[in-house]
């Protein structure tokens, strides 16, 4: 079946940096996108920004321009996601999850996800 | 970039009863809309996409309406394993958004 597969969770300090994985399964990879999307505790579903696995073009959010770089693997089937300079208010899950649809933009299947915590 | 409000943030229900959850982009996006499910400690899971096309495998008893900005997904006779928290996804152009989330309790 497709699926998506994470790398464990990540303890942080402030400045640091870190480096999210995704293998991607059950599927020709380089024929979908990949969208990373974060959900801080108790909060809602945030958009970093999304990777074609075709041609490598990014799209990232605004927000994160500068901080995040996306990659992906072909021969590995794997996308990554690292995000620099890491703050507080980073702690969060990042998740993965294949594009699908004309736009690669409804998200499915998702990765398990991946606790990333940012603390001194 | 567009906004995504959805309504009620909560609702609390019973085991059959019918429940509907409404999101409303702050402009056109066509039927590009997605409406997933997420259970507490778990991934989020895609149950509708194009605003009313029920993904592969989910219970017919899950639909969706709606065009332009008002969208709606409405739950059949609730089963116990839809208590979750719903999110709709508009899917027209990056970044995608997403509403805030709307938690189904048990009443």
């Known amino acids: 079946q497709v699926q998506l597969v994470q790398s464990g969770p990540e303890v942080k300090k402030p400045g640091a940096s870190v480096k999210v994985s995704c293998k991607g399964s059950?599927?020709?990879?380089?024929?979908?996108?990949i969208t990373w999307v974060r959900q801080a505790p108790g909060q809602g579903l945030e958009y970093m920004g999304w990777?074609?696995?075709?041609?490598?073009?990014?799209d990232y959010f605004q927000k994160f321009q500068g901080r995040v770089t996306m990659t992906t693997d072909t021969s590995t089937s794997t996308a990554y996601m690292e995000l620099t300079n890491l703050r507080s208010d980073d702690t969060a899950v990042y998740y993965c999850?294949?594009?699908?649809?004309?736009?690669?933009?409804?998200?499915?299947?998702w990765g398990q996800g991946t606790l990333v915590s940012v603390s001194s | 970039d567009i906004q995504m409000t959805q309504s009620p943030s909560s609702v609390s229900a019973s085991v059959g009863d019918r429940v509907t959850i409404t999101c409303r982009a702050s402009?056109?996006?066509?039927?590009?809309l997605a409406w997933y499910q997420q259970k507490p400690g778990k991934a989020p899971k895609l149950l509708i996409h194009?605003?009313?096309s029920l993904q592969g495998g989910v219970p017919s008893r899950f639909s969706g309406s709606g065009s332009g900005t008002d969208f709606t997904l409405t739950i059949n006779s609730l089963q116990p394993e839809d208590f979750a928290t719903y999110f709709c996804?508009?899917?027209?152009?990056?970044?995608?958004?997403f509403g805030q989330g709307t938690k189904v309790e048990i009443k």
């Open positions: 996804q508009q899917a027209d152009s990056t970044p995608w958004t």
């Open positions: 402009q056109g996006i066509g039927n590009w």
């Open positions: 990777i074609s696995a075709y041609n490598g073009r990014t």
């Open positions: 194009g605003a009313s």
């Open positions: 999850a294949r594009g699908i649809g004309g736009k690669n933009s409804y998200l499915d299947p």
């Open positions: 059950g599927y020709t990879f380089n024929q979908y996108g």
